[in-house]
């Protein structure tokens, strides 16, 4: 099996850890890191990470069996490429944000117990069967509120092969996306 990740960045300090965690899985991969350098003191907004996502799907060729995308303050779990099952063309990864945030208490989504799938309840956390985005070739709306459940949305209009996962895969930092060093304040 090969991953295609996204990491859509604003070359935080953050972004070995996010490269570490999915070489730490010990399978075949391409890491595809976009964005400009920004300043140090940059802070971004939602068109650099939408316009980042977008140029890493426009590189995603028929040679992966997977894709999925991994903002640059995100990490995963070992253990989530045994989740990717080719019976499904969506698996969405089970998302803690960030336990260790002084300032709100730790979220599980999409949350324990309700495997719907909506906005609030689930973020980028999600991988794609490289054959199933090639087929659709949807790109992230910056105009949307919510451009990652924005995106998932218009694709489950193309399937119902979904499966959530039981266990956590992916670990978030909840707030401050958009900061350089992010605070978890909103």
């Not at 859509?8 to 070489?23: E, G, M, N, W």
């Not at 590189?59 to 990490?75: A, C, F, H, Q």
């Not at 490289?130 to 709306?141: E, G, I, R």
């Not at 949307?144 to 995106?151: A, N, R």
């Amino acid at each position: 099996m090969k991953i295609d990740f996204i990491i859509p960045t604003l070359y935080r300090d953050t972004l070995d850890r996010a490269v570490a965690s999915i070489k730490q899985e010990g399978i075949d991969h391409n890491i595809l890191i976009c964005g400009q350098r920004k300043p140090k003191d940059y802070v971004g907004n939602p068109s650099d990470a939408v316009a980042n996502a977008n140029e890493g799907l426009s590189k995603i060729r028929i040679d992966s069996d997977w894709v999925m995308l991994l903002d640059d303050d995100d990490y995963l779990k070992k253990g989530f490429s045994k989740q990717l099952d080719n019976n499904y063309d969506v698996v969405v990864l089970r998302m803690s944000q960030d336990a260790s945030n002084p300032f709100y208490p730790p979220k599980v989504i999409p949350r324990i117990g309700d495997d719907n799938l909506y906005a609030g309840n689930v973020g980028c956390n999600f991988v794609l069967k490289t054959s199933f985005y090639l087929q659709h070739k949807l790109m992230f709306d910056a105009s949307i509120k919510s451009p990652d459940w924005d995106f998932l949305e218009k694709l489950l209009k193309y399937t119902t092969r979904i499966n959530i996962t039981k266990d956590i895969y992916y670990v978030a930092p909840m707030g401050g996306y958009y900061k350089s060093k992010p605070t978890g304040k909103r």
